[in-house]
């Protein structure tokens, strides 16, 4: 007999987390998916409009800082699996907005695990019945580590040393997901990821702005010397890699996904400028003159590289393309969505990144 399961995706109307409910929607029909999402300035139905007909698939506009609506959830849906993407997550934004980080990503998780501890208590069991086993999967970020030098890489025993609020907000979530484990028993999984890449990213980010500020002969403004580290992992390959860790992770432990992509800003600035120029049919170097070097970001970490070896050799996950490959496909995507990039583009932030340089990880 087929198990039928019912997952909260929150988030699931962002970026990262649009592509992990259409994975699910779409690969597990027996699931009931129930994307819970506040739909601030990042989330975008629209994001979802190829499956928002799908009878497995549900969405609720909840914040997850709402104690009252999400007992609701949790009362009404009974689900027995949790994937929790909901966050506030430019750290541009956190230097100058800290609290509401504070508010998002540390007390929003301890709203959730509260309620998942109260449906699966005493004991962790599924609402669903058996054959299931429910679990509270916590979806975290390379940053709470902190900073790397010239060599080595972030593996499951690398000590936290988040530098910004952002990272702060999120190790402070992790060590309360893991708390929650260990003081009562809550079936959980981590998993901290590298920089995100792909379709449906909004353009504050350094990709998508920097093809949006091209598209409008904008600058793109580089931070520093423009030689920060970083490992780039497309979003359908963390997508794929979530599916793997909920599905196949051991309870309690913590997942490294990385693309084995490292990347100096200004290599891929000049990569996705070169690219860009190639597909626009401009002129070499037309788009490498709006490179504009801008003042350093504070407490800017200078180099990130993960380990994924983990869940590579325990649950078989691999990216699937190189980021060359996969940077060209996003590329093609933005230049084949210019009714949804403009549509993003005209709401609340439109102008923000005219008036104060961001985007550069």
């Known amino acids: 007999m087929t198990t039928t399961r019912t997952i909260l995706i929150t988030g699931g109307a962002g970026f990262i987390g649009s592509h992990v409910v ?9 699931y009931r998916i129930v994307n819970v999402d506040a739909l601030t300035y990042a989330g975008n139905l629209e994001n979802l409009s190829d499956i928002d007909d799908r009878p497995n698939y549900v969405f609720e506009k909840v914040n997850i800082l709402d104690t009252a609506e999400v007992k609701r959830l949790f009362d009404q849906y009974q689900p027995d699996g949790v994937i929790h993407l909901a966050a506030e997550s430019h750290v541009d934004r956190s230097i100058h907005s800290p609290l509401d980080f504070v508010y998002t990503n540390v007390i929003g998780t301890v709203n959730l695990l509260n309620e998942a501890k109260r449906l ?9 019945g058996e054959g299931v086993s429910p679990r ?3 979806v975290s970020t390379d940053e709470v580590y902190g900073a790397l030098g010239e060599t080595g890489f972030f593996t499951e025993e ?7 609020p952002y990272s702060a907000s999120k190790a402070s979530s992790d060590h309360f997901v893991r708390a929650y484990h260990d003081t ?38 580089v931070y520093g010397d423009g030689l920060y580290t970083r490992d780039w992992l497309f979003v359908k390959d963390h997508a794929t890699a979530i599916d793997k860790v909920f599905h196949e992770g051991k309870n309690g432990m913590t997942y490294n996904i990385g693309g084995f992509n490292e990347w100096k800003n200004i290599d891929l600035v000049k990569l996705l400028c070169k690219l860009m120029d190639e597909k626009l049919g401009n002129a070499p170097g037309t788009s490498d ?20 070896g983990k869940i ?9 393309v190189t980021f ?4 060209a496909l996003t590329i093609d995507w933005y230049l084949a969505n210019a009714v949804w990039l403009r549509n993003v583009t005209s709401g609340e932030y439109q102008g923000y990144y005219d008036r104060q340089y961001g985007g550069v990880v």
């Open 22 to 30: 259409r994975l699910f929607v779409t690969k597990y029909p027996q």
């Open 184 to 221: 009562y028993g809550l079936p959980v999984v981590i998993s901290n990821c590298s920089n995100n890449y792909g379709p449906f990213h909004f353009p504050e980010k350094l990709i998508p702005l920097f093809i949006n500020n091209i598209l409008e002969k904008k600058p793109l403004p």
């Open 289 to 308: 003159a709006l490179i504009t070097y801008v003042k350093d970001r504070p407490g800017h970490d200078r180099r990130y590289a993960i380990d994924a």
């Open 136 to 138: 509270f999967y916590h």
């Open 158 to 164: 690398t000590k936290y040393d988040p530098h910004s």
């Open 324 to 327: 060359e490959e996969g940077l």
């Open 120 to 128: 699966w208590s005493p004991h962790p069991a599924s609402p669903q």
């Open 312 to 320: 590579n050799r325990e649950l078989g996950w691999k990216p699937s």
